[in-house]
């Protein structure tokens, strides 16, 4: 029942700036850690940036300076600010729902949103 739809994805030039959104629904939304995962066409999956329960964000090497995740717990929304956008930033972006760490959590994934970077 837990579902996480993405958002906010599209077509950008180098340099320019998106917004992704992350809705969940059907969990406490704020209770667990969240988080933003990328994958290229041919190219293993990867974190982007992670904000747990608390507000703690970690962010990846390549996006570190660039992109800021954030969460709106009243909302069940996590977001995921991206400016100074490159090329290898081109991916399906994913919203990821981390498990609590409890033997019946598991984790949960949106269906993804595409972020092309091209002039």
């Known amino acids: 029942q837990v579902q996480l739809v993405e958002s906010g994805g599209g077509l950008v030039q180098p340099g320019g700036s998106l917004r992704l959104s992350c809705a969940a629904s059907?969990?406490?939304?704020?209770?667990?850690?969240m988080g933003w995962y990328r994958q290229a066409p041919g190219k293993q999956r990867e974190l982007v940036a992670a904000?747990?329960?608390?507000?703690?964000?970690n962010y990846a090497d390549s996006v570190k300076g660039r992109f800021t995740i954030s969460r709106d717990n009243a909302k069940s929304t996590m977001y995921l600010q991206m400016n100074s956008l490159k090329a290898e930033d081109t991916a399906v972006y994913y919203c990821?729902?981390?498990?609590?760490?409890?033997?019946?959590?598991?984790?949960?994934w949106g269906l993804g949103t595409q972020v092309t970077v091209s002039s």
């Open positions: 990821k729902r981390y498990g609590s760490g409890s033997y019946y959590s598991r984790e949960y």
């Open positions: 059907g969990s406490i939304f704020s209770i667990y850690t």
């Open positions: 904000i747990t329960s608390g507000g703690t964000t």
